[in-house]
């Protein structure tokens, strides 16, 4: 059973920046895709970004140019750096794997962490 942790979150006025981070195992870290996911309040969870195996990026459109992931091998962590927040980006933010090497889209991710809430306000 794998472990994912996030943490970072927090409560921020719009054109801030935060960075989330999500803490796996050196298993999962070193070796399969890692997607950040966020789900808003009576809104379904929608894919953000996600970094694979190789060291590939994706991103939502809607966070394309403002958020960058990356990971750091010492720390098995990989990052979500967000910037220019928006009050559209307030939602549970939340990182997962599936042990498969690429991202191949936002669907079927079985492991998920506890999730980091990330509140902007105007």
């Known amino acids: 059973q794998e472990q994912l942790e996030e943490s970072g979150g927090g409560l921020v006025q719009s054109g801030s920046s935060l960075r989330l981070s999500c803490v796996a195992s050196?298993?999962?870290?070193?070796?399969?895709?890692i997607g950040w996911f966020r789900q808003a309040p009576g809104k379904e969870r929608e894919g953000v970004s996600c970094?694979?195996?190789?060291?590939?990026?994706y991103y939502a459109d809607s966070v394309k140019g403002r958020f960058t992931i990356s990971k750091d091998k010492a720390r098995n962590t990989v990052y979500l750096d967000m910037n220019a927040l928006k009050t559209e980006d307030t939602a549970g933010y939340y990182c997962a794997t599936d042990f498969r090497w690429e991202c191949n889209g936002w669907q079927r991710w079985s492991y998920w962490g506890q999730g980091t809430q990330v509140t902007v306000y105007s």
């Open positions: 970094l694979s195996r190789n060291g590939i990026t």
């Open positions: 050196r298993s999962t870290f070193e070796n399969y895709a």
